[in-house]
């Protein structure tokens, strides 16, 4: 299936820091979809990137789709301590299945 | 909102014991999913399934089977389960795909299977 590496695997922040975590693809995306998943939970979708260049923004997250379709990052300004989590891209060169980068686990203390 | 329910959420079984783990969508999606999650390795892929008694392989399908005899409904099976198929199992399930972009995906609470 197609590659997404994600990077880094883990990251500490101290609170009102700020985070980004970066994947990669080495073949062209067709659309690329970010989760976040809470401690002992299941991945929730956050946004989906479609476009070349896209930057879409949520509140304190800002989403980037490269503009060779090639890359994503999602960063957060100020974290929180409900930021807290596993943040994962999710990516497909075409058709049903996603393939998923293996997450960065974010820790934010107060 | 959209429930996705797997069967069990925890789920001990030994070595060579045929395990089905069950999931159910209510939202009438035409698109259903395994993955498994493992530390360090985020999710992979095992099996997917876009209609009715059709199955795709994902990245993993070695070990397993899957079965959809009916369009709510997606079975994972470990037709002898081995130590290596201990890890948490997440199913999902997304709203038909249309054009060349991906749907998104709803996942259920997952099932930590554990093989002794």
């Known amino acids: 299936g197609q590659q997404v590496m994600q990077i880094p695997q883990y990251q500490h922040v101290q609170e009102g820091e700020d985070f980004t975590t970066y994947c990669n693809s080495s073949t062209t995306l067709s659309n690329i979809q970010w989760y976040k998943q809470r401690p002992g939970g299941h991945p929730v979708f956050l946004i989906q990137l479609v476009k070349s260049g896209e930057v879409k923004k949520q509140k304190r997250l800002t989403f980037q789709f490269g503009e060779a379709k090639k890359n994503s990052s999602l960063h957060i300004t100020a974290t929180q301590t409900t930021d807290v989590g596993t943040y994962f891209c999710a990516a497909s060169n075409s058709g049903y299945a996603l393939n998923f980068g293996k997450g960065t686990s974010l820790l934010v203390t107060p | 909102d959209v429930k996705v329910t797997q069967s069990s959420r925890y789920l001990v079984k030994r070595t060579g014991e045929k395990v089905f783990l069950e999931c159910v969508q209510d939202?009438?999606?035409?698109?259903m999913f395994w993955y498994r999650q493992d530390p360090g390795l985020g999710l992979r892929l095992i099996y997917f399934?876009?209609?009715?008694?059709?199955?795709e392989k994902g990245d993993i399908p070695e070990g397993y089977s899957v079965s959809r005899e009916k369009k709510e409904r997606f079975s994972l099976i470990l037709e002898s389960a081995s130590t290596n198929q201990t890890s948490m199992y997440l199913c999902a399930s997304s709203p038909e795909t249309g054009g060349s972009t991906n749907e998104k995906l709803f996942f259920g609470s997952g099932t930590q299977l554990s093989v002794l």
């Open positions: 399934s876009y209609d009715v008694k059709m199955k």
């Open positions: 939202m009438d999606h035409e698109n």
